[in-house]
């Protein structure tokens, strides 16, 4: 079964920092383009971070330059994004996404990718 499985959101005080994973089976990582979104409450869904496949490039936007990084683990068929300086404004539901054609669009629309997972929900909140 091709899916992916996001965790490690949680509850965060602002300045904090949380490392969120998105796990994928029944297909390798690193043959896909995959992509970081999130949602906020009555926002729309927006790309914050991508990474393609091969040869590993990254996009991200603005709003996280400088506070978020994002890692992959091909070994563990795992990518990670680590969260700094979190801000109340970070708050939000965070999806991964996989696309198995080149992203060449940034930001990237989420109707690009066509694995997504549940979602993690990040709160940031003193």
């Known amino acids: 079964q091709v899916q992916l499985v996001e965790s490690g959101g949680g509850l965060v005080q602002p300045g904090g920092s949380l490392r969120l994973s998105c796990a994928a089976s029944?297909?390798?990582?690193?043959?896909?383009?995959i992509g970081w979104f999130r949602q906020a409450p009555g926002k729309e869904r927006e790309g914050i971070f991508c990474?393609?496949?091969?040869?590993?490039?990254?996009w991200y936007a603005d709003s996280v330059k400088g506070r978020f990084t994002i890692t992959k683990d091909n070994a563990k068929n795992t990518v990670y994004l680590q969260m700094n300086s979190l801000e109340p404004e970070d708050t939000a539901v965070y999806y991964c996404?996989?696309?198995?054609?080149?992203?060449?669009?940034?930001?990237?629309?989420?109707?690009?990718?066509?694995?997504w997972g549940q979602g993690t929900p990040v709160t940031v909140s003193s």
């Open positions: 996404a996989a696309s198995s054609s080149a992203i060449s669009t940034y930001p990237p629309p989420p109707s690009s990718y066509d694995i």
């Open positions: 029944g297909f390798r990582l690193d043959n896909y383009d």
């Open positions: 990474i393609s496949g091969s040869p590993g490039l990254t």
